[in-house]
């Protein structure tokens, strides 16, 4: 799976949560049931980490400008807003000619963390691990603070 399809997938994934999750929103306040918020908030918020752990290790292989992470990451917080995301940086690396380097997942390990993304896009077990490593982390740093 290339990175610009790896991200799309998880683009629209997170967009269906929302849509998902506004819907049970919906039907928790009309005094239908709350069972839905549950579910699909848990989903979203795997999804949720999910798409910004992509969008994390498609950026560093596409060498993405600061402004490109800041943008996926922010669009993950509003509803539907990593669609609109996924379409303006397509499109800006498409009008550069940087289309061609999502292609395919670039392995040059030239940095530290271009090395932990190359090790990470080899394996779908070491994408795994870090994954659920992340989260984790994630996890653990929410229950320590409640």
């Not at 798409?51 to 596409?62: D, E, Q, R, T």
């Not at 090395?115 to 490593?133: I, L």
């Amino acid at each position: 799976m290339t990175p610009r399809i790896l991200l799309r997938s998880f683009s629209i994934a997170e967009a269906v949560t929302w849509a998902l999750l506004l819907t049970g929103m919906a039907l928790k306040a009309a005094d239908v049931t709350p069972l839905l918020v549950t579910v699909a908030g848990s989903i979203h918020g795997a999804v949720f980490i999910a798409y910004c752990f992509v969008a994390g290790l498609v950026g560093v292989n596409g060498r993405w400008p600061k402004r490109f992470f800041a943008l996926a990451w922010i669009a993950a917080v509003p509803p539907f807003a990593t669609l609109l995301a996924d379409w303006w940086i397509e499109r800006r690396r498409r009008a550069t000619g940087a289309a061609d380097a999502d292609a395919a997942w670039s392995l040059d390990a030239s940095t530290r963390i271009r090395r932990f993304v190359a090790g990470v896009v080899q394996s779908p077990v070491a994408m795994s691990c870090a994954f659920v490593a992340l989260v984790s982390v994630i996890l653990a740093n929410a229950l320590a603070r409640a």
